[in-house]
Each structure stands twice: as C-alpha cells, then as structure tokens.
C-alpha cells in the first residue's frame, strides 16, 4: 500500500496549498504536506483499515479516502450551517464502531429547524441507512468507541457521557467551572476585574482519547479563552471518576488529545484569543509531551483553527483545520 500522503497526491481532490501567507512549520526530523480544498472546514479525523475518514462542516458530509486514492463523499448531507457564534456545525466526527460507522452530529445551525439528526450520536450502516443512537445532547463534539460502548463529550453541558449502542446515556463527569485569576483579565477590563478578585469560565471539554485504561479530555476552556487556561485531565475507564487527575496544564484552547504509538501524548491547541479579532491567524500548534516529565515540544505550528489531530502509524501524523486544509507530518526514521 502506498503512503497515505503519496495517495492523496493523486487525489485531484485535495491539492497542494499554493498560498503567499506563512504556511505552518515543523522542526528539523519531521516533513509537512499541505493539502488544501477550497471550500472545506474539515474536522474529525479518524482511520478504517487502510482508510482515511474526514468530516467537512461546510458541507455537511463525510468522506473517506478509498483504495484509489481519491476522497469520495458518502452517506446522507447531514445538517450544517452556522451556530449562534458564528463558527460551522455539522458532522464533527465520524468513527468505525463494529460493523458499521457512528457519527457525532453538532446542534442545529441557525435559521434551520431542529431536526432528529441534530445534536445527535448517529450510526450509520453499509446502505447508507442512518438510526439515531441518541440525540440526548446539547453539542456531542467528540467520542471514543471502545468496550461496545461510546464516550461521548458534550461540550456544552461540560461533560462526559457514555452511552450503550441502544441508546441509554449516563453521565461520568461534569465539569466545575474554572476559576481565572484577576490578573489574566485585566488586559480585558482594568475596571471590572479589580486586584484581588477572580473570575469563573465554563471548563468545555472538547477532545477524548483513550489510552491506558483512563480517559484524556482537553479542556478547551470558555469565554473569554484565556490564553494558557486550557488543561488536559484524566479520569479511569472504570472505577472512581469524580476526581479528575490534571496531567498538563498552561494550554492555549486544547481541542484535540491523541496517544502515539510510544505512549506520548500529543495535544493540538486551536490557538490564542484576540478579542477584536478571534483566534489569531497562525496561532495554533501541534504539541508532543514525553511520558515521564510531561515536557512539551512543538512539532507543529503557524496553524489557524485546527480541529482534530490523528496518529495514523509510527511515523505518520494529520491534522485537519477549518480552512480546509490538511497537514501531513512525517517523522523521519531513527538511524
């Protein structure tokens, strides 16, 4: 099987970013392709066998790089548009589970009626066929599939769900709000956040990953998305998970959390927050911490909006972003 970047070389879908901007970078050992679709907002990112899953937010579909090499839309247009922030929902994440596949369907755009696929954890079978799992959410961002079940983040509610393939949901975690120093606001409003006072946001989880029996959550972090507020927690896939164990700290808005096959964590941060102009171009990154110190090296940066990150093998990462671009990282092989 050829490489996966060699096949989407060949796709006539996806094409070689052209752009005059700074394009992202990456450190001496590793390689980085561009590839762009004008159009996109590409989010979930995940593997079938050989496959490549995307899911495009502009579109409302999925995606799947088959055995020519190209990217083929398949199943149903799921809902789409804006939300009420402006920012693209619509099919967040598409995951092979047993025999078919379950999609994390966002909330119902503005101006459109609420619909069953809204909001909503969605399987769908060889035919195309869709069944509603549950659509007992405010924003299902993410899952992992894994023990015949789902675990689900709902952004939104600030928590962790599992839910059964019949559709009954229990909630693991909710997650307190977070307290911000003063001292991180005042750049906002001298006036309103005095010395000595504190200020609350929202925790919005937003990545999962499973990895070693325990459940990673990035910690986006709400309104006003203070930078460095963003943390990565973990809770055990069984036992006690009302504590959550804080393994990284001192993060720009984490939305994404994925293991290599070594065991180190990866975090992909959306960026840093500029309130007249939103998150700054080229402010996102891809981070890699080791396993024994938690100490980060950025292996990947200058992103904008990036959303999702996937450890395809030993040496292969990619890293999808609204922009509709996708980043290929190749770690050169040890000598």
Known sequence: ??????????????????????????????????????????????RDAGDLLVSDLASGRLYRRGADGKLVAFGPVFPHGLDVIGDPTGPYRVVRADDGLVVAQGWTPVGSKEGPLDHALVALNAAGQVRVISNDFWNPFDFVAASGRYYVIDSARNSVERVQPDGHKSTLLTFRRMEQAATALRSLSPTEFAEGNSYETDAVPAGIALHGGRLYIALFGGFPFLTGAGKIVSIPEAGDQS?????????????SVAFDNGGEMLVLEHGIYDQKEGFRKASGRLLKFNKKARERTVILEGLTRPVSVLVWDERLI???????NLYVLTRAPAR
Do not use: C, W
């Open 1 to 46: 099987m050829r490489p996966l970047y060699t096949l989407m070389i060949v796709t006539g879908f996806l094409l070689p970013a052209t752009g005059t901007g700074a394009e992202p970078t990456a450190p001496p050992g590793y390689t980085l392709e561009t590839f762009n679709t004008p159009g996109a907002a590409f989010a979930g990112l995940s």
């Open 243 to 255: 504590t959550p164990q804080i393994d990284v700290e001192a993060l720009n808005a984490p939305v």
């Open 318 to 324: 990619v890293v999808s972003e609204l922009g509709g």
